[in-house]
């Protein structure tokens, strides 16, 4: 078997949030568990998997802090997995997930949506500014380092800025802070 390059040192945070959730049985079990599944065999009823991968992954996924494993049975034992605050933080990556997934992976229609449980009516999963509540789609922002950057990823994005017409941000907490009017 060929050893996982491990992301968990690097300072870049997608790199590092794939380390928890980019194998692709973790986010099916995520995704199973934000829809009530909490036990073993749920689980594997639900996936297919074998019972050896769904071991290691429940297991990784209790590791890295997203799955909190409790007893439910003590004879025989049996636990279950239930979302911690750092899983329920996934939720909107999830969703997002799933809106692109129908956009550019469903042409038939999707087969999954997000709706409102309040009234039943299909929500569209969207990422805004938390300040403006504008969408953070489209070539009205980017990505900038922040004061923990190392200088190798200063270098990465201040090459891929260059040319793009955008000010070349090297302190956002400074920028964060005029934004605010402060």
């Known amino acids: 078997m060929v050893a996982k390059t491990s992301f968990e040192s ?37 996936l297919e998997i074998a019972p050896n991968i769904l071991t290691r992954r429940l297991n990784s996924l209790v590791e890295r802090g997203l799955f909190e494993k409790r007893a439910y049975c003590e004879r025989p034992l049996r636990h279950e997995y239930v979302l911690t605050a750092k899983a329920r933080d996934f ?43 504008r969408e953070l789609d ?6 900038a380092t922040a004061p923990r950057a190392t200088e190798r990823m200063r270098q990465r994005y201040r090459f891929s800025s260059e040319g793009s017409g955008l000010p070349l941000i090297d302190n956002v907490d400074q920028s964060r802070e005029e934004a605010r009017g402060k």
Do not use: Y
């Open 10 to 46: 690097r300072p870049c945070p997608i790199a590092r949030s794939l380390d928890d959730v980019g194998e692709w049985w973790s986010i099916l079990l995520l995704r199973d568990a934000f829809q009530g599944l909490t036990r073993f065999d749920q689980f594997q009823k639900s």
């Open 91 to 133: 939720r909107p990556v999830l969703l997002s997930l799933l809106a692109w997934g129908n956009k550019h992976l469903a042409p038939e229609g999707p087969s999954l949506v997000v709706v409102d449980k309040a009234d039943g009516r299909w929500a569209e999963p969207v990422l805004v500014d938390r300040q403006t509540g």
């Open 138 to 143: 489209g070539e009205g922002f980017t990505m």
